[in-house]
T-cell receptor, first 113, second 113 residues
Framework: DTEVTQTPKHLVMGMTNKKSLKCEQHMGHRAMYWYKQKAKKPPELMFVYSYEKLSINESVPSRFSPECPNSSLLNLHLHALQPEDSALYLC????????????FGSGTQLSVL | KQEVTQIPAALSVPEGENLVLNCSFTDSAIYNLQWFRQDPGKGLTSLLLIQSSQREQTSGRLNASLDKSSGRSTLYIAASQPGDSATYLCAVSASGGSYIPTFGRGTSLIVHP
């Protein structure tokens, strides 16, 4: 299994909603990542978990809250988002942090109304 | 701070042409360089990974080269097909520190029949 699975594929939420994005991999990878991508722009790193500990937080607003319950799962909890947060949210994993091939999920297309 | 530039930003070619996509980076102290493919609204698929000690990697019709001293990599696509239409992104991981890849903005490729 060489897949990173993200759910849901699409999400529409209001600015007062609370929702969560989920990511799962069963490749035994010990590094997992959240990226945000706007149309026609490169992915921007948000968070990195290495061995289930938060390794990097790229000064992301607190309305985004990551969680790594175990080595296979990564969540991104969303609360009080703004319309400018609408984007494609990508999860990725690698054998180790940054040093290996990255495997990406197909993403969650998020729209904030 | 590493900066990654990809030229051209967009490319439209007839089927069967051989293509060269370019990626340049400002800091030659890299750990590895990856080329990705992204279809619209989808995640990224890793095509080739070149370690800093390597000069090139090949996979099928794809060949990627790396010249660290000049801060350049090229992705060569032989005998292009309409199915190759996608955005191609280059990502460079710096040596020392977090090893997190920095992405270029990509080259949007259309191969028409």
């Amino acid at each position: 299994d060489t897949e990173v699975t993200q759910t849901p594929k699409h999400l529409v939420m209001g600015m007062t909603n609370k929702k969560s994005l989920k990511c799962e991999q069963h490749m035994g990878h010990r590094a997992m990542y959240w990226y945000k991508q706007k149309a026609k722009k490169p992915p921007e790193l948000m968070f990195v978990y290495s061995y289930e500990k938060l390794s990097i937080n790229e000064s992301v607003p607190s309305r985004f809250s990551p969680e790594c319950p175990n080595s296979s799962l990564l969540n991104l909890h969303l609360h009080a988002l703004q319309p400018e947060d609408s984007a494609l949210y990508l999860c990725a994993s690698s054998q180790a942090q940054g040093a290996e091939k990255l495997f990406f999920g197909s993403g969650t297309q998020l729209s904030v109304l | 701070k590493q900066e990654v530039t990809q030229i051209p930003a967009a490319l439209s070619v007839p089927e069967g042409e051989n293509l060269v996509l370019n990626c340049s980076f400002t800091d030659s102290a890299i750990y590895n360089l990856q080329w990705f493919r992204q279809d619209p609204g989808k995640g990224l698929t890793s095509l080739l990974l070149i370690q800093s000690s390597q000069r090139e990697q090949t996979s099928g019709r794809l060949n990627a080269s790396l010249d660290k001293s000049s801060g350049r990599s090229t992705l060569y696509i032989a005998a292009s097909q309409p199915g190759d239409s996608a955005t191609y992104l280059c990502a460079v991981s710096a040596s020392g520190g977090s090893y997190i890849p920095t992405f270029g903005r990509g080259t949007s490729l259309i191969v028409h029949p």
